[in-house]
């Protein structure tokens, strides 16, 4: 059974900087693609970063620059760190990743950036 969990999310002032992380069992995060997407308050869901199973990342423009997503193959986890944080920021964030053929999500992790 594939499942992934997310912690580190927090309240935390405009330009500040959080490491979100995602922890994998049931599957192995350096052979799968693991994205993490957010959903904004009264937002749909959205795409923020990828790592997949070469190493490459991707951005959603939005995040590009303050944003990296990384990997620790040991510890089956992946990383979003979050630097400048702006309020728009403030979302619940997700890890996802799908093994064969089917969809996981992460129960998500709160953040919160004040103004």
């Known amino acids: 059974q594939v499942q992934l969990v997310e912690s580190g999310g927090a309240l935390v002032q405009s330009g500040g900087s959080l490491r979100l992380s995602c922890v994998a069992s049931?599957?192995?995060?350096?052979?799968?693609?693991v994205a993490w997407y957010r959903q904004r308050p009264e937002k749909e869901r959205e795409w923020v970063a990828t790592?997949?199973?070469?190493?490459?990342?991707g951005y959603a423009d939005s995040v590009k620059g303050r944003f990296a997503v990384s990997r620790d193959n040991e510890k089956n986890t992946v990383f979003l760190q979050m630097n400048s944080l702006k309020p728009e920021d403030t979302a619940v964030y997700y890890c996802?990743?799908?093994?064969?053929?089917?969809?996981?999500w992460g129960q998500g992790t709160q953040v919160t950036v004040s103004s």
């Open positions: 996802h990743s799908v093994v064969k053929g089917a969809k996981y």
């Open positions: 049931g599957t192995l995060v350096s052979t799968n693609f």
């Open positions: 790592v997949v199973s070469g190493g490459a990342t």
